[in-house]
């Protein structure tokens, strides 16, 4: 089993002995890197590892001795072979932390996207609300800044748009 990120793809990986890990597993047993087969009960333990190079510390170590008094790292497993699932979901559990940081870069990324995203949908808006005649003020207002401010972060968009085409607002005189 194992657990894929961007580019990332974690893994409980099957030590078995010279330190040597399992690529596959057939009937006959594990395959190794280099081809050879060995039977399951020449499992060492588990590491969690992942695809970019990363690997876990420490090895979750096999112990067939049911009266042996195991210690954290050790899981007792007469079979051997891929892991046990307990061991399998600590794996997961490592390899999310050390995926954590290009989680956190990948929620960064997107936020950027969205914000850039954003700002040429919020540009578009004024443009099309100085084509239509809206004044710094009002502008300023619905974006929740000062005319001031607002003339200065957009008055680039509206020097493209010809004053003189705009549509004259007629002035309403009030009798007394």
Request: proline content about 4%; glycine content about 8%; hydrophobic content about 35%.
């Amino acid at each position: 089993m194992s657990w894929d990120y961007d580019g990332h793809e974690g893994y409980a990986a099957t030590i078995v002995t010279s330190g040597r890990e399992a690529v596959s597993y057939v009937t006959e047993g594990m395959v190794l890197k280099d081809g050879t087969c060995v039977a399951d009960s020449e499992t060492l333990g588990w590491r969690t590892q992942c695809t970019c190079g990363w690997k876990a510390p420490l090895m979750f170590e096999r112990v067939t001795d049911p009266s042996a008094a195991l210690e954290r790292w050790q899981v007792f497993d007469t079979e051997g072979g891929p892991a046990p699932q307990e061991v399998s979901d600590v794996c997961r559990a490592e390899w999310l932390e050390h995926i954590r940081p290009e989680e956190t870069l990948a929620a960064i990324r997107q936020s950027a996207e969205d914000h850039r995203m954003s700002q040429e949908r919020l540009d578009r808006a004024v443009a099309a609300a100085r084509a239509g005649g809206a004044s710094w003020a009002d502008i300023g207002r619905a974006a929740g800044v000062t005319r001031q401010t607002a003339h200065e972060r957009w008055k680039a968009l509206s020097e493209n748009i010809d004053s003189e085409a705009l549509p004259s607002v007629p002035q309403r005189r009030i009798r007394s």
